[in-house]
């Protein structure tokens, strides 16, 4: 809209304003005319003439015009400072918004009448602007994270593929960049896999189906799943698991957080090691603790390590695509859980996974 199409406007609707207090001026005062003149006649006993009433109607016009004026003038000071002025910072902050800009803010909106609302709604779009500014910090994040943990096994299959081309490749070197190519493939899918687990979970597409279970038979059966792994490491394995601990939860999401916790176990903890897993009841939660001997985790990283994609040792990124623990927290949030770590570096870490037990306690 033009400048000129606004300053029509804007004069429109200072004449509305100023017709409808011509009209309630001229309702009030005529009014009070009436009353004034028929008090008048009361008490002089006099007959008031045409000329005077002729007049008091001029009189009388003239005031309803300047007072409507004044009123009218009153009101568009009114306006601009307590209603115009905080509108066009509201809008203006919007406009930014709209454009990309997260880090638009209104500033404070000083008024007379502080139940204007004019406030309230500056502090709601500022909590507002402010959520919408991190949520898109991490979803730029994200979109570089993944961006550069698929290119990296892309990478690794594009150059294998290329070597393995070679016409005259002995049969040794064939077999090992087959089998980079296998596991970059791997990599790719677990990460893909991840990714769209995580997605689901944090938009509830994925619901608890809870069922009370056997929780020491699981830890068992997705430990020896793990079997290969720490016998190539030849890793010490110790178990303290109470016996016919039930949990009321959802069997199949329980089992992604014993799976990511002991592949982290066993991937970080050096050759010739060693990893606890104890299942003990304490009150009305069933204890899960994972303890390994591996590089240790600092307090700095321990702080995000729940966080996507966050990986603080970077000499071990190729182990991990930084999402497991994300979907963990995640799964343990969604179950009612509650998970916790402490490590120290070059000692090893233990995570503390506590959960309700069954309906029926313990067997």
Request: some cysteine; glycine content about 8%.
């Amino acid at each position: 809209m033009s400048g000129k199409n606004k300053r029509g406007i804007r004069w429109l609707f200072a004449l509305r304003r100023y017709i409808i207090f011509f009209l309630l001026m001229a309702f009030v005062i005529s009014c009070c005319m009436i009353l004034f003149l028929n008090m008048m006649t009361r008490s002089t006993g006099l007959e008031l003439t045409k000329a005077h009433i002729e007049q008091a109607a001029k009189v009388t016009f003239l005031n309803v015009a300047l007072l409507s004026f004044l009123c009218t003038v009153i009101d568009g000071v009114r306006r601009k400072f307590m209603v115009d002025r905080p509108v066009k910072k509201i809008v203006k902050a919007a406009n930014q918004m709209m454009k990309g800009d997260f880090s638009a803010r209104i500033p404070s909106l000083y008024s007379v009448d502080n139940a204007d609302g004019f406030g309230a709604i500056a502090d709601c779009f500022n909590k507002m602007a402010e959520e919408l500014s991190g949520t898109e910090t991490l979803r730029t994040d994200f979109i570089a994270n993944v961006s550069h943990e698929l290119k990296t096994p892309l990478a690794v299959i594009q150059n294998y593929g290329n070597m393995l081309q070679q016409p005259d490749l002995p049969e040794e070197k064939r077999l090992e960049y087959a089998k980079a190519v296998t596991d970059s493939s791997r990599r790719l899918a677990n990460l893909i896999t991840n990714i769209l687990k995580l997605n689901k979970l944090e938009n509830q597409q994925i619901y608890p189906k809870a069922k009370p279970y056997d929780l020491g038979e699981q830890l068992c059966e997705c430990l020896l799943a793990f079997e290969n792994a720490w016998e190539e490491k030849e890793l010490e394995i110790e178990t303290d698991i109470e016996e016919g601990v039930l949990v009321d939860t959802d069997e199949e999401l329980l089992s992604l957080v014993w799976n990511n916790l002991f592949s982290n176990a066993v991937k970080f903890t050096q050759p010739h090691g060693k990893i606890s897993l104890s299942l003990q009841l304490e009150g009305e939660f069933a204890v899960v603790k994972v303890i390994d001997t591996g590089c240790g985790i600092p307090p700095e990283v321990g702080k995000h390590i729940f966080e996507k994609f966050y990986q603080g040792d970077t000499s071990h990124a190729t182990q991990g695509n930084g999402l497991g623990l994300a979907l963990v927290k995640r799964v343990i949030d969604i179950v009612g859980g509650d998970i916790s770590v402490s490590s120290e570096v070059g000692k090893g870490s233990a995570f503390t996974v506590k959960l309700r037990r069954g309906p029926n306690g313990a067997a």
